[in-house]
């Protein structure tokens, strides 16, 4: 049995940032004055999906954005205090909040609040690199800010951009080792991404090099690899490593093993059943703030959009996310939720290849497969056309 993909987690999302960061396409704001509301929609909205989940207790709680660390300590705990009323907290459930370096004295509150686990937006240490990703912070406080969130809290994760322009191999080595000399059990280091609806998709298509070209970015991909392994950090999934299992982010695994969550706040999404009970639920929040506070006033619910995915879909959402582990996809949960298998003549051609094998109840990418991820894991999907 897989503890997590029976298990349930709730992730709020806060939308607000102080700044928006040029590469970011994610659902943000810049704040107007209505966070005391939305605080309440949030809340309001938690004891509707109560009501649709039933009692079972949750496993994590995640605050994400935008940027939750705007929130203050007291309004984290209200948000925790509903929560563990509702469903009531699992024993060791995992409590986490995406902290924005600037926001480093706020770091204890959070942690006082009920905050058991701190993800420290870094990004970079390097002065020009922050100011190109468009951050509100530097590199002294971005040290600072790891060094406060390590006094006060036992499990802190720090994120990293890189394959930036302009940064050599040379200096991205230089700079990951510097983030794995302060000692966290967890660092997410992630390439840079240029999506089209963000301000770098729009001077990406006027021709401008904001990310480094593909074959250096792979190369990058292994020498990280390299020095987070070297480190003690093994890889447990595709951008994100860790010291121990302990150490490793619960509330992203159980995203990855295909367990249940639920979504609250503008723009939050949501995965709850399955194919094989009474259909796997896919609900999306309405996005923009005043259009989620007006549905909570009106009917209670902040859920925008929800479709009741088919078999076929859930099974292809599933190899997706769970080729991404190292542990890789467990074919038990696969067909115990959905009925359905993998394509075995397409993972019998990548097994052969020495990009993937099975081992025990689950098949996983092999180092030679690690960034070809997304290709292979569509190739598992079989073609229903």
């Known amino acids: ?15 607000y940032c102080a700044r928006i960061c040029p590469y970011c396409d994610f659902n943000v704001y810049r704040p107007k004055g209505q966070e005391d509301a939305l605080l309440e929609a949030i809340l309001a909205d938690m004891s509707h999906w109560r009501a649709r989940s039933g009692a079972r207790p949750l496993a994590s709680l995640h605050f994400g954005g935008g940027t939750p660390s705007l929130m203050t300590g007291a309004q984290i705990e209200r948000l925790i205090a509903h929560a ?26 959070f942690i006082a609040a009920g905050v058991n686990r701190l993800s420290v937006g870094v990004q970079s240490l390097d002065d020009a690199a922050l100011k ?45 080792r510097e983030i794995l000399a302060f000692g966290a059990g967890h660092i997410s280091p992630y390439q840079l991404t240029i999506e089209a609806r963000t301000a770098f998709g729009r001077r990406a298509a006027r021709g401008e090099q904001l990310d480094s070209p593909e074959e250096l970015a792979a190369d990058l991909y292994e020498l990280t690899h390299e020095i987070c392994e070297a480190h003690g950090l093994a890889a447990y999934e595709i951008s994100n490593h860790a010291r121990t299992p302990a150490d490793q982010s619960r509330h992203n695994r159980l995203y990855w093993e295909g367990g249940d ?29 005043k259009a989620y506070l ?3 006033a009106a009917t209670g619910s902040g859920v925008g959009e929800a479709e009741t995915l088919s078999p076929a879909d859930e099974r292809a959402e599933r190899i997706l996310m769970g080729m991404r582990l190292a542990d890789g996809l467990d074919l ?7 009925g359905l298998g993998i394509d075995a003549p397409a993972f019998e051609r990548l097994s052969s290849q020495g990009l993937v094998e099975r081992s025990g109840g689950r098949i996983r990418l092999l ?17 229903l056309s």
């Open 261 to 289: 969550w639920i979504g609250v706040g503008p723009g939050a999404h949501g995965r709850i059943g399955s194919a094989c009970e009474t259909g796997r639920q896919a609900c999306e929040a309405r996005a923009q703030p």
């Open 367 to 383: 180092p030679a497969g690690r960034i070809f991820a997304d290709r292979i894991s569509g190739e598992l999907v079989p073609d």
């Open 1 to 15: 049995m897989n503890p997590l993909a029976d298990a349930l987690g709730l992730y709020v999302h806060w939308p």
């Open 84 to 109: 563990d009323a509702l469903w009531g907290l699992a024993a060791g459930a995992e409590i986490g909040l995406e902290a924005n370096p600037k926001d480093v004295d706020h770091f204890g509150d």
């Open 332 to 338: 038990d949960v696969l067909q115990r939720k959905t």
């Open 294 to 296: 007006d549905a909570i």
């Open 132 to 176: 190109q990703l468009g951050r509100d912070h530097d590199g002294p406080l971005a040290r600072r800010a790891i060094e406060r969130a390590m006094a006060v809290c036992d499990r802190v994760s720090i994120d990293m951009i890189y394959a930036r322009a302009g940064q050599s191999a040379k200096s991205w080595e230089d700079e990951l």
